[in-house]
């Protein structure tokens, strides 16, 4: 009674049909949601995908409403979920009360303390990027998204575990394959799995459930090798990476909380892994495409790069103000080719009311920030690459409160300050020593993305042609 409007439920399966040919017709989930949204009429659309009660929300207020209100602070707790944690329900990104609140004030804290936002970051951050312009040195033709995420990750690796992943152990792993195809795999309302938990049992390979216990097992495996040799290693002083800390507080805690334990430690390194890599490497290989389809915004970003740092110089994160025009061409990738339309679903704990509708209990609530970062209302010409939209007529950055691809709220992202980090220095350090050319310029790449939980581009290969 008074639930949002949306499409009629069918039996068993709700209106699970219609959203799965929507998303055929318009090639993802968010454009689906977003067609339906319109159809309706409605900036909260409602759904039941099989026994779940589901609502997608859209639009400034309601997106903010749902981000910053405590009532919907919580993650669904479908087999999807389940799957994703082990089993445990643990870690931050997924797990929720007073749990959750502990572990997230506890990594933010000590994200800073073990350098993040700081120098030691655009330490590594520059080792990482030097290791990568050598890789591309030896290539004719670069796949830049064959490069990016094992810097990425090693990058967050060496501050997480002090540890570099070598190539050879990365390849073996097969994790970067893995955690591609997952994330292609399920859709963010939880795919079929959460609606029909079942379907596991006869079509293992289908409904992704083979694919995820596949890639539950190696992550495991990886990351309690790396937790083992860290307890081996520990003493009391080392408190050099975040999974020493951990272990540190552990031991100080003794037993006491339920909260610091090693399985608790296993969901946190699992949640960083599954959400700060793929996330930022998809941003910046979106990032190196339009700057080799918009030759001329590429030249404008080299040129204030030289006259605002000599050449030996090194750039670090906090010279991201010295460059705005910069900035802003990051900004607008990310509003242009956003690659997490969806914010991660969330859960209300009772029964709620929004835009005037009955949220019953236990919702899964959706956010669809796509239809923001496209609106003709917001940005006049959406579907231009136009950095210039974020700069003001100082050359200041603009903000706008309807761009928040970090999210709002008590759950916005907790790696936004890594994920900046690398966004600035990797695009600053690449275009300073390098033009990006396309391979073949009467026949250049299209921006459209590959679906799936993250949006990726398809993959294309560029010429860097070295610039000194
Ligand atoms: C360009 C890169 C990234 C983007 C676009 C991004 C985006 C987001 C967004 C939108 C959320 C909010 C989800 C919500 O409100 O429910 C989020 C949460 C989160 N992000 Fe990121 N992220 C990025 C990089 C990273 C990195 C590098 C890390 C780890 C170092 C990370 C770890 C997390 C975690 C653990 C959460 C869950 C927070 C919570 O539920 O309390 N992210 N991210």
């Known amino acids: 009674k008074n639930y949002p409007p949306g499409p009629s439920w069918k039996p068993f399966l709700g209106s699970l049909q219609i959203l799965k040919d929507y998303s055929k017709k318009y090639g993802s989930q968010h454009l689906a949601l977003h067609e339906l949204s319109k159809k309706w009429n409605s900036e909260i659309l409602g759904l039941k995908l099989g026994h779940e009660y589901v609502i997608c929300v859209e639009g400034r207020d309601y997106i903010k409403e749902v981000l910053t209100s405590e009532l ?3 993650r669904p707790t479908n087999f999807f979920v389940k799957l994703r944690t082990l089993g445990t329900f643990k870690g931050i990104t997924c797990s929720e009360g007073p749990l959750w609140v502990e572990q997230r004030s506890f990594a933010v804290r000590h994200l800073r303390n073990i350098g993040v936002g700081k120098s030691l970051m655009d330490l590594k951050i520059h080792e990482e990027v030097e290791n990568m312009l050598r890789a591309i040195e030896t290539q004719k033709e670069v796949q830049i998204s064959k490069l990016l995420p094992f810097a990425i990750i090693n990058i967050l690796w060496s501050l997480l575990a002090s540890n570099r992943i070598e190539s050879d152990q990365f390849e073996q792993n097969q994790l970067l394959n893995i955690i591609g195809k997952r994330s292609k795999a399920f859709d963010t309302s939880g795919g079929i799995l959460s609606h029909f938990p079942w379907i596991r049992h006869i079509l293992p390979e289908k409904s992704g459930y083979a694919l995820i216990k596949n890639l539950n097992k190696e992550l495991k495996e990886f990351l309690l090798e790396m937790i083992n040799n860290h307890h081996s290693n520990w003493t009391k002083d080392k408190n050099d990476d975040f999974v020493y800390t951990f272990i540190t507080e552990m031991k ?5 909380t339920t909260s610091f334990t090693d399985e608790q430690l296993l969901l946190v390194c699992l949640d960083f892994f599954i959400g700060g890599f793929t996330t930022t490497s998809n941003t910046l290989d979106y990032f190196f495409l339009l700057m080799m389809l918009h030759q001329d915004i590429q030249k404008k970003v080299q040129e204030n ?6 050449r030996g110089q090194r750039i670090e994160y906090q010279d991201r103000h010295k460059v ?3 900035e802003a061409v990051i900004k607008e990738s990310q509003r242009f080719r956003n690659i997490s339309p969806m914010i991660g679903p969330r859960r209300n704990t009772r029964e709620t009311k929004i835009g005037g509708y009955t949220i019953p209990k236990d919702t899964t609530i959706l956010i669809n920030l796509h239809p923001s970062f496209t609106s ?22 603009i903000f706008y409160p309807d761009f928040i691809p970090f999210g709002l709220g008590k759950r916005k992202c907790l790696g936004d300050t890594f994920a900046r980090g690398c966004l600035f220095i990797f695009a600053t350090e690449v275009l300073r020593n390098y033009t990006i050319l396309p391979v073949d310029k009467d026949n250049l790449p299209s921006t459209e993305p590959v679906p799936g939980l ?5 993959p294309y290969y560029t010429k860097f042609v070295k610039r000194f």
């Open 376 to 397: 003709t209302e917001i940005w006049g010409d959406p579907e231009t690459f136009r950095p210039e939209r974020f700069l003001d007529s100082n050359g200041e950055l």
């Open 305 to 310: 790069l030289d006259a605002s740092f000599s």
């Open 454 to 458: 993250l949006l990726s581009p398809r």
């Open 324 to 326: 705005p025009y910069i």
């Open 72 to 74: 919907y602070d919580q």
């Open 252 to 256: 100080k805690q003794n037993g006491k």
